[in-house]
């Protein structure tokens, strides 16, 4: 079975300080890897995926599969980064039997 | 485009009452999901559709049925509501499998007493 873990409930950092929210998986194949975001009052949405190997709002994360992780990092905390921030998991090949997530960290960043 | 909408926001429901939670897209999407988010739990699969009539159990069926007559809507059936169900409701929907970004609703806050 797939599992998502992160193993900070919350994570309080002063602006300017870098940000690493944690997650580690566990799968047996080639997983497909997102932290996705809410930000207050507003809906769930992507922030970035492992395949694109982009950086979203200044956030990059790398797959590392020998430690099996997908931490989340960002140099230079902004107040706007506040938020809920899931990791999630979907199975290699395009399948559609969705998303496996974690139970999320919030994230605090003080002024 | 009004993306994902899911009706309604809130409910309360007795416990042993029926009801059906909205899930409409406007994104011509095939792909739909039915999660529920327990408290301090990450989002959990109860359903999902790869497309018009074709429908599938993902982790938590139990309790729900669900029908996709249409491409855009994908209403998710509680029947005999129990306390255990009382959670929040994301519906969201993708162009493709997994792999492609997923689209959520705001979500419905469904609390059975």
């Known amino acids: 079975a797939q599992r998502v873990t992160q193993p900070e409930k919350l994570l309080s950092v002063f602006k300017g300080a870098p940000v690493e929210l944690k997650c580690n998986y566990s799968?047996?194949?080639?997983?497909?890897l997102f932290w996705y975001v809410q930000y207050s009052r507003q809906r769930l949405q992507l922030l970035l995926r492992?395949?694109s190997r982009e950086s979203i709002k200044g956030f990059t994360a790398d797959l590392n599969k020998g430690e099996t992780s997908f931490h989340l990092k960002k140099p230079f905390a902004q107040e706007e980064d506040s938020a809920m921030y899931y990791c999630a998991l979907g199975r290699s090949g395009g399948g559609a039997d969705g998303l496996t997530f974690g139970k999320g960290t919030h994230l605090i960043i003080q002024p | 485009n009004a993306g994902v909408t899911q009706t309604p926001k809130f409910r309360i429901l007795k416990i042993g009452q029926s009801m059906t939670l909205q899930c409409a897209q406007d994104?011509?999407?095939?792909?739909m999901y039915w999660y529920r988010q327990d408290p301090g739990m990450g989002l959990k699969l109860i359903y999902y559709?790869?497309?018009?009539?074709?429908?599938d159990k993902g982790e938590v069926p139990n309790g729900y049925n669900v029908s996709r007559s249409t491409t855009e809507d994908f209403p998710l059936r509680l029947e005999l509501a129990a306390p255990s169900q009382t959670s929040v409701y994301f519906c969201?929907?993708?162009?493709?499998?997994?792999?492609?970004?997923?689209?959520f609703g705001p979500g419905t806050r469904l609390t059975v007493t």
């Open positions: 559709s790869v497309g018009a009539g074709i429908t």
């Open positions: 969201a929907s993708s162009y493709s499998g997994t792999a492609y970004e997923q689209y």
């Open positions: 492992h395949i």
């Open positions: 799968y047996s194949g080639s997983p497909e």
């Open positions: 994104m011509n999407h095939n792909y």
